[in-house]
C-alpha cells in the first residue's frame, strides 16, 4: 500500500496516510437495513480523523479545501493529504451527512412504546435537523455544492436513505408501495425544512419546527402516489431541484 512520507525531520512527527482514493466514491452504499449484518464503516481511521477534524473549521471557513487542510493538520497529516478527497469540499459535506444520519439511532430514543411513527418520524426529522446548527451558517454555500452535476446523484441517494433511516427507526414495516410513498415524501418535507432553517433566526429553531409540523400536515392531509422505486427516485429528486431553484441555485 502507497503512503504519503514527510520529507524533512521536522515533519518526521506527522503520520503516514494510507492512499485509499476508491473509498471516497461511494462511502456508505448498503441501500438497504440488516438485522443481521452490521454496515462496514463507511470511512477510514485516516479519513474519519481528518474529516472529523475540518469539521471543526467550517463555521469559519466554511465547507472548503481551507478546512480540509486545517482538519488535516489538526489530525497530523501532510496539507497534502487533502489531495486524497477527489471530490474536495464535497468529500467533507457528505461526511457531515453521512455521519449525523448514523448517529441517529444513538441520539433518539422512545422508551414509551405508546409514542405513534408519525411521532417519531417529527423527532428524528427534527433532531437531524438540530445536527446542523453548528455548520447552519454555511449550510447554503454547503447545498450549492450539492447542486453541481457531479455531486447531485450521491447527494440525492444520501437523502434517500436518510429518509429510509428515520422511517426505519420509526417502526415502519410497510412492504408494500407505501413504502415509496412515505420515503419520497419525507425526502421533500426535509430537504425543504433543512433550507427554511438557514435562515431561520428564532429562539431555538422553533420557527422550523413549526414549518416542519406544516409540511408534515400538508404530506398526511395531501398524500401522494409514488408506487415504484423509478418513481420515488424521480419523485425526489424533482422536488429537492425545485427547492433548490426556489432558493437561486442554478441546476
Known sequence: MAVLRTATPQLSRLRPLPIRPSSFLHPDHRPYH???HEAPPPFTPAEDSILSAALAHVPQY???TLALTHGARDAGYLDVSTNLFPRGPFDLVNYHLV???LALKDRVQFPDPGVGVGAKVRALAMQRLRANQDVIRK???AIAL???PASVPPSLAELARLADEIWFLAGDTSVDTSWYSKRATLSAVYSSTELFMTTDTSTDYRE???FLDRRLSEVRTVGYAVSSVGQWVGFTGASVVNVLRSKGVRI
Open 34 to 36: 440488516s438485522y443481521e
Open 62 to 64: 466554511g465547507f472548503t
Open 99 to 101: 455521519t449525523q444520519r
Open 139 to 141: 449550510w447554503q454555500d
Open 146 to 148: 450539492m447542486a453541481l
Open 208 to 210: 422550523t419546527e413549526r
